[in-house]
């Protein structure tokens, strides 16, 4: 039996537990879980578990499942079009499922997901969400390392690297940067921190992490979105990984696709068409 949506009522009554008074995740979880939705990341981190954990590993289930439909079908409709010797065209592209890139599924999408607590705040819900994991049947989606920031390097498994998407909800958000951003995905990978806006330190780092931007051109990407209804635990702030980003040619000029020779190959190659 599948695991629930984040959209389930079975899901959200069972998640309701997490919410602690303080954490602010309320609006924060679901969000989390329409970028992962919408980034598909392979590799996911968290720093601080709670609220947002089954959040991430719903969204990651939900991913696997499309992936591996859309897939078969893209491949089913590429052997389709180009058994007459037809090319490439918007016929293909716009064909269920449509505008999907070949590239993605060169390989099954089989996401790992590693969530990093030590248990140390009583205030937080972290120590009861194997309990709401377990009920949901999402348990066996995260490797849970019980440790603090400081010490988990040497202890995250090694498939989990280049990091897609990092999710931080602890005051170590500067730590992590200093000592995790070289393992982030340098191709667009995001690292997603909660809560620096509207208080000094976090402002400092902010600060920081602009002057970054400045020195080192072509590094990364910010955005800070903040909740202005709220007193605190009031924003995130998104870092994208932008010193390798790969070039994705397959849009022209007004929008229109281009069906370029390679985008042929790996079309073929996804389809199990190639020599």
């Given at each position: ?11 959200r009554a069972a ?207 910010m955005v800070n ?51």
């Amino acid at each position: 039996m599948a695991a629930p949506e984040v959209s389930d009522p079975e899901f959200r009554a069972a998640v309701a537990k997490l919410r602690a008074p303080g954490m602010g995740t309320e609006v924060v979880a679901p969000l989390l879980a329409q970028l992962v939705r919408l980034y598909r990341p392979r590799r996911v981190l968290e720093i601080g578990m709670g609220y947002t954990t089954p959040f991430l590993a719903a969204a990651l289930a939900q991913n696997e499942r499309e992936a591996a439909v859309e897939a078969e079908a893209l491949a089913a409709k590429t052997r389709e079009h180009l058994a007459g010797e037809a090319e490439l065209d918007d016929v293909w592209a716009y064909t269920e499922p449509p505008l999907l890139a070949p590239s993605f599924y060169a390989e099954p999408y089989r996401p790992r997901f590693v969530a990093v607590d030590n248990l140390s705040i009583e205030a937080s819900s972290a120590g009861r969400v194997l309990d709401v994991l377990t009920r949901l049947g999402l348990d066996d989606r995260v490797q849970v390392v019980n440790a603090d920031l400081h010490e988990c390097a040497d202890l995250l498994p090694d498939d989990l690297f280049p990091i897609d998407l990092a999710w931080v909800d602890a005051w170590e958000c500067l730590y992590f940067f200093e000592h995790f951003w070289e393992r982030i995905n340098p191709d667009g990978g995001l690292v997603v921190m909660h809560y620096l806006m509207t208080y000094p330190e976090g402002e400092a780092i902010l600060d920081y992490f602009a002057e970054v931007q400045r020195s080192r051109p072509g590094e990364l990407e910010m955005v800070n979105l903040l909740e202005p209804h709220k007193l605190g635990q009031n924003s995130i702030t998104v870092l994208r990984r932008t010193s390798a980003v790969r070039p994705r040619p397959y849009g022209g000029p007004g929008g229109a696709l281009r069906y370029s020779a390679g985008l042929r190959r790996e079309a073929e190659a996804q389809a199990g068409l190639g020599g």
